[in-house]
């Protein structure tokens, strides 16, 4: 969290990634030798004799490095240590000069050894004035050579971690978070990546001129609105909305002609008799005339805007009033299908943790996760009266669930951690589709649909398959993170469950699960009972049909044991 407490234990623990950090672009050890030397040389002998002023620079590096990391209060994450670390380059690098003084005077100690500085020639010494020159020239060059080939090295060591010539992974973000909005809406922003992307793909980049981006901590200054407003006028005709739409299908309730309103001076909850406004007065004034949307939360401190609904729709939230009635779901569905964003290109595992990137791609991943599961709640509110209204939701809803797969990870400690019930949650969804795409024999007209044609007439199978993908994966992800008890099951409880849990716990391997008896506890027991009923009978619980696939009759065989501890019992409702 930003803004811990600080004590001596954490400050002492960050002298020391301090101290890890110059050692690493100072050549370790030998680095450090070489920086001790050229400051006490320079401490002592001074530049070109003024040893006062060299001992100034030392001293403003020892005050700094002291002061810096007395008062960073960041944590100790790898993205906070990088980001504390950007207030230490101006010490290291005066640290580094010292270093590079330090090699200077091994280098003149070593020629004073070989004799290569000699004092000026005698009559009879001028004989060993061309070697001695000769020396001093091959001298220089030789060091000369050892301090750019140490630049070459470091240059080839960072080369890699600082090569961003094909990185467009803000470029791309900013341009799914602004550029799948609906005509003319408002973006309210929060946090610097947010702002920044968001800000690049519309001023600089000049992409949906429409859509009105305000960054809150901004218009908390008295001076911002005066000054900013005549930005956020808009003078787009109502013909001239749907050239930003960028798809089709889009709907928009607003009227272009009007302007952001502003009921104050400034945005502050507590100076309103000042002439401030506060965050509910700002939605209420706004929500009538367009879609607003917010990507980062509010700005702490004002709590107005508590009773706001909001409904995730990609990478930002619908902002709702609490007044106003939520869009139909058939809206509501071909919104969040538009502003799914497409996945990056770099996969979350081959992102350094620390980065940007990867705190990039957890908003991918936490904007796709919230997405599905919105659909995934309402899903069962759909008419079952032969509209595609929920054949659209299902669609929408399980593409969401396959664009979390390679972004899901096993390790609880993880922000990328999936618990194994959303593969649980994944296959209703691809059940309930195979069920709907069997009964569904309409005209294609919903754009999702149309969108979906492909998928919409394969006749059950993939969307069958995946269903037992995933709850494989359920059990399997279950099994691995089980708690051990020393029940075995014998009986059925009371609620229809089980009261102890004797089966085998998975562990990893290179290619596949191998099994090691373990037992498991009754908790474990009842959630996996859902659903091995259905994968022992390859039966789809939705439809009633049964259907086999090599790669699930190979994993039945290597878990007959479970599968055959689990009595005849019907599958998820």
């Keep these: 969290n930003l803004g811990e407490d600080q004590d001596l234990s954490k400050i002492a623990r960050r002298f020391q990634v301090y101290a890890l950090r110059y050692l690493d672009g100072a050549w370790g050890a030998p680095g450090a030798g070489l920086s001790l030397v050229g400051a006490g040389s320079l401490a002592v002998h001074g530049a070109k004799g003024r040893a006062g002023a060299a001992s100034a620079i030392l001293l403003c590096i020892l005050v700094y490095s002291v002061f810096i990391n007395s008062l960073a209060n960041l944590s100790f994450s790898t993205l906070h240590i990088n980001i504390t670390a950007r207030m230490w380059q101006q010490a290291f690098l005066l640290g580094y000069v010292c270093l590079g003084v330090g090699a200077m005077s091994l280098g003149i100690f070593v020629l004073l050894r070989l004799g290569v500085f000699l004092p000026s020639p005698s009559t009879a010494e001028k004989s060993q004035k061309g070697r001695g020159s000769l020396l001093r020239r091959m001298a220089t060059l030789i060091w000369s050579s050892i301090a ?41 922003l929060n946090d610097d990546i947010n702002c920044n992307a968001a800000h690049y793909y519309a001023r600089c980049l000049g992409g949906r001129p429409d859509v009105h981006i305000i960054y809150q901590p901004l218009i908390t200054y008295k001076w911002w609105v005066p000054m900013q407003k005549h ?18 299908g889009r709907r928009s309730r607003v009227n272009a002609s009007r302007s952001v309103i502003f009921p104050g001076k400034y945005h502050h909850p507590f100076e309103r008799h000042l002439g401030s406004f506060n965050m509910e007065e700002f939605l209420n004034a706004n929500l009538p005339n367009r879609h607003i949307f917010i990507a980062g939360g509010y700005k702490e401190g004002d709590s107005s805007s508590e009773p706001f609904i909001h409904l995730a729709a990609g990478l930002s939230d619908l902002v709702l009033s609490p007044s106003q009635p939520g869009p139909p779901l058939s809206d509501l569905t071909v919104l969040v299908h538009q502003m799914l964003p497409k996945l990056m290109d770099t996969p979350v595992s081959e992102l350094k943790d620390g980065t940007w990137e990867r705190v990039v791609a957890l908003k991918y991943f936490t904007g796709i996760f919230r997405s599905a599961q919105l659909l995934a709640e309402r899903i069962d509110s759909a008419p079952r009266d032969g509209s595609d209204t929920r054949l659209a939701m299902l669609l929408t809803s399980a593409s969401a669930y396959r664009m979390l797969e390679p972004m899901c990870t096993t390790d609880p400690t993880s922000a990328f951690y999936c618990k194994p019930v959303l593969w649980k949650n994944a296959g209703v969804i691809h059940g309930s589709l195979a069920e709907e795409q069997r009964t ?56 229809g469950g089980y009261e102890g849990g004797s089966a085998w716990k998975t562990t990893k391997h290179p290619q596949h699960r191998k099994l090691k008896k373990q037992t498991l506890d009754a908790g474990t027991m009842n959630e996996i009972a859902e659903v091995l009923p259905m994968i022992r009978d390859n039966m789809n619980p939705f439809m009633g049909m049964r259907k086999s696939y090599a790669w699930l009759d190979n994993w039945k065989e290597d878990h007959a044991w479970l599968l055959d501890s689990i009595p005849e019992r019907r599958g998820p409702n």
């Design 148 to 188: 750019v080939a140490c630049v070459a090295e470091q240059c080839r060591r960072h080369y890699s971690a600082m090569d961003n010539h094909n990185n467009v992974t803000f470029r791309s973000f900013g341009e799914q978070l602004v550029g799948n909005l609906p005509p003319n809406a408002m973006l309210l």
């Design 231 to 248: 930005h956020l006028t808009t003078h787009l005709p109502k013909s001239a909305k749907a050239q930003f739409s960028g798809k089709k």
């Design 440 to 495: 569904f024999n309409k005209q294609l007209t919903h754009s999702i649909l149309k969108e979906n044609e492909v998928l919409v007439n394969s006749k059950t199978n993939q969307a069958n398959e995946r269903m037992f993908r995933y709850w494989v994966r359920f059990v399997d992800e279950t099994l691995a993170t089980a708690v051990p008890a020393g029940e075995s099951v014998t009986k059925r409880g009371a609620a």
